[in-house]
């Protein structure tokens, strides 16, 4: 009688995570950046029809990278559920923390049971209202971690030299401009900033009563990088 073929559980998870990390890093990098206008998010995507960033609630937004129909399939998920919650008790309750324990406990979940994780990052961002310097960025891992950013936030394949690159220049303050210039700057190679037709940008506008979302693009995105 032949013996049954055996993996540690400590192997079968590193498999999962050099795969989910493979997947990932074949796609565009993203960034996050809090200034004072809010959080803005600047993504490398010359796509104008399949999108990265999106608004999930009132002043929430999701950004992601990795495999589309995954992030997509999330995000649906996101929204249903920040529309039931609000729907049923107040708008006020939905949160980026909350949503982004969601997140987590989806992707974990999948991480650990399925034979296939996500490959896929996400953030979950949110602003305050425009009296308050309020702002939240959570990180959200392929296996269900959830990281809580301050000042920037970087997802994709080439995370690691973005975030060495935006510790030496970014500073808290910066104007809405300075910081575009910054992520566009930190996404494109060998010191060329990545141009208006290559990035997908988006802003939380902590100055907006309600909704904050807003997509910035076309004349408005080529002159404030200009």
Same mark, same amino acid.
């Given at each position: ?12 998870? $590193?498999?999962?995570?050099? &795969?989910?990390?493979?997947? %990932?890093?074949?796609?565009? @990098? ?21 999108? *990265? %960033?999106?608004?999930? &609630? !009132? ?7 990795? $495999? ?12 249903? +559920?920040?529309?039931? *919650? ?16 969601? /997140? ?11 034979? $296939? ?15 308050? !310097? +309020?702002?939240?960025? &959570? +990180? ?11 000042? &920037? @936030?970087?997802?994709?394949? =080439? ?7 935006? $510790?030496? =220049? /970014? =500073? ?12 566009? *700057? ?11 037709? =290559? ?5 939380? !506008? ?9 997509? %910035? *693009? ?9």
């Amino acid at each position: 009688m032949s013996m049954p073929f055996y993996v540690s559980p400590e192997q079968v998870m $590193k498999d999962r995570a050099d &795969y989910a990390r493979k997947g %990932i890093a074949r796609g565009r @990098s993203l960034v996050a950046l809090e200034c004072p206008a809010g959080v803005l998010i600047v993504a490398d995507n010359p796509s104008r029809t399949l999108s *990265k %960033i999106s608004e999930i &609630y !009132d002043r929430i937004a999701f950004a992601a990278v990795g $495999k589309y129909n995954e992030f997509q399939m999330l995000r649906v998920a996101g929204v249903r +559920h920040a529309d039931m *919650k609000g729907f049923s008790y107040s708008r006020e309750d939905v949160s980026a923390k909350e949503l982004a324990n969601a /997140y987590a406990q989806t992707l974990g979940q999948v991480f650990t049971h399925e034979m $296939k994780p996500y490959e896929v990052e996400l953030l979950v961002a949110e602003v305050g209202s425009p009296d308050d !310097d +309020h702002a939240e960025m &959570y +990180h959200v891992l392929y296996d269900g971690v959830v990281m809580d950013e301050q000042n &920037y @936030s970087v997802l994709g394949g =080439q995370a690691d030299q973005i975030i060495e690159s935006l $510790k030496e =220049q /970014y =500073q808290p303050g910066m104007s809405l401009g300075d910081a575009l210039k910054l992520g566009a *700057k930190v996404l494109g190679s060998d010191g060329a900033p990545l141009t208006a037709d =290559q990035l997908e940008v988006a802003l939380l !506008d902590r100055s907006r009563p309600r909704r904050a979302f807003r997509r %910035i *693009k076309n004349d408005e995105l080529t002159s404030l990088l200009g």
